[in-house]
């Protein structure tokens, strides 16, 4: 093997070693952006189901109230509007 030979064997190592590690901090970068993309995609929904969550308990708490003051339920769920395809649900939840 020439001395040219191995400088171009250097070289390649070089090289090969060159591109795993732009390629690793390629990956990590990318990784990283997922990985804010997917807390912020999380964040963003847990916020819309927490709300939602709450929503729901407002409804019920309410829902309760009326009863305990005379409402009779079906009268207490058409007042607050809610449809009667949930009344079923509801109902359930307030025993």
């Known amino acids: ?10 070289a390649a190592l070089i090289n090969r070693e060159m591109e795993i590690l732009d390629y690793k901090s390629m990956m990590k ?6 990985f ?16 939602v969550h709450g929503e729901k308990k407002a409804e019920i708490r309410i829902l309760r ?9 079906d009268e207490a769920l058409r007042i607050m509007g809610i449809p009667e395809a949930q009344w079923e649900a509801l109902k359930v939840k307030l025993k």
């Not at 970068?29 to 997922?34: D, I, L, N, P, V």
């Not at 804010?36 to 709300?51: H, P, Y």
């Open 65 to 73: 109230n009326m009863i305990a003051n005379g409402y009779k339920t």
């Open 36 to 51: 804010e993309i997917g807390l912020k995609e999380a964040r963003e929904e847990g916020l819309e189901e927490g709300i």
């Open 29 to 34: 970068q990318k990784f990283k952006e997922g």
């Open 1 to 10: 093997m020439t001395d040219q030979d191995k400088n171009f064997n250097y």
